[in-house]
C-alpha cells in the first residue's frame, strides 16, 4: 500500500479526527452487531497510546438529512467505552460551537464521539464548508472506514483537502488484502461472484477475468449466464438484458468460466416451498433455482484444489432461506478448508461466512461491501486517493 498510515505520523498531543465505520446493525435503540466497533479498536488505541485525544466521526443509516433520535450514535458510543474501557464524550452534533468547544476542552487519551455526520444534508454532497468545520476540530485526518471509503462524502473525502490525512490500520488491511486480488496476485488465483444480478457486477466479472486462473459464478446472477447457454430457467431470475453481455463474457472467458451444473429448485420463492435437486437444463415448469446443488459444489471443489488465493464476493444461492443456504455454506466451509490465502469481499459474503461459523478461518473478511466490489472493478475509492502518499 502506497499510503501513509498512522505510523508514519507524529501523534503526540495532537487532537486526532477519526472516520470510523459505525454504521452497525440496531434494534430498539441497541447495538445488535459490533463486528464493525471492534475492528476499529487497534488504531483507536494505537491513537490514544500515542498520547493523542481522538474525536470519532461516523454515518448511521439513512437518516435523510436531518437530525433523528433514530440514527444517533450514542448506543455506538457506549458499546465502544465498554469496550476501550474508559468513557466515551457524546457530542450533540458533528459540527458548531458546542461541538467546537468540546473538542477543545479534550485531554490527550480522551475520545469524542461526534453524531451522525448524515445529519447534515452537505455530507453526502461532499459539500467543503462542511468538511472544513469538521476539519477545524483537529490537527490530523485518519481514515479507517473502508465500507466508506468508496463514497465521496465532507466526512470521507472533502476533510482530507484541509489536514494531513493517514489511513488507519483496518483501512490498510483492507487494502493490502483486496489489493492482493488486483495486483499481483498469487497463482493458482480463483474468483468465486454470486449474489443475484449480473448488472452489478460486470465490471469485476471483466477485472477478474483478465487477473485469474478460473471464476466460478453462482447465485441469481449464474442464472443469466445458464439462460445465455439456451437452457429454460423457467421462474428463476433472470436478467434478460444481460443476457447479450453474459454471452459474449463466455465466449471471451472459455474454460476460465464455471457455472453450476445442478441446482436445488423450488416451486415458490418461499422458505418453506416444495424443493429436490435437478441438472441447470431441467428446471420443471413453473419452478425456480434457488441454490447450487451438490454436483456443483465438487466441480467448484475440484478447480479450488491447490488454489494459492481465492477472493469470494457474493453467495451461491437465496441464503437467507435455511433450506437453500447449504451451497453456499458449503462452498464457505472448502475454503476454510483449502489453505489458500482466502479474501471474502464483505457484505453477504462475510454474513455467509460468519453463519457458517468459519469467519476466524479466512484470511481475511471485508468490512465493505460496496467498497470491496468497487475496489475488485479496479476502480479508485475517493476516501483513499485523498489519502497522503507515502
Known sequence: MNKKTVKDIDLKGRRVIMRVDFNVPMEGGKVTDDKRIRA????I?????QGASLILMSHLGRPNGGSDPEFSLRAASEVLASLLGRPVKMAPDCVGPEVEQMAKALRPGEVLMLENTRFHAGEEKNDLDLARQMASLADVYVNDAFGSAHRAH???????????????FLMEQELEYLGRAVSNPEHPYIAILGGAKVSDKILVVETLLSKCDKLIIGGGMANTFLAAKGYNMQDSLVESASIETARS??????????????AVVADKFEAEANSKVVDVDKVPAGWRIMDIGPKSVSA????????????????????????????????????????ATTVIGGGDSASAVKKAGVAKQMTHVSTGGGASLEFLEGKELPGVAALQDK
Not at 465532507?154 to 488507519?168: C, D, K, M, R, W
Open 249 to 262: 463474457i463466455m465466449a471471451k472467458a472459455g474454460n476460465k468460466l464455471l457455472l453450476p451444473v445442478d
Open 154 to 168: 465532507s466526512s470521507t473525502e472533502g476533510i482530507a483537502h484541509f489536514l494531513p490525512a493517514v489511513s488507519g
Open 300 to 339: 467448484f471443489k475440484a478447480a479450488l484444489n491447490g488454489a494459492r488465493l481465492i477472493v469470494w464476493n457474493g453467495p451461491m444461492g437465496v441464503f437467507e432461506m435455511p433450506r437453500f443456504a447449504e451451497g453456499t455454506f458449503a462452498i464457505a466451509r472448502l475454503l476454510a478448508e483449502s489453505g
Open 45 to 49: 488505541q494505537y491513537v490514544l497510546d
Open 40 to 43: 476499529s479498536l487497534p488504531t
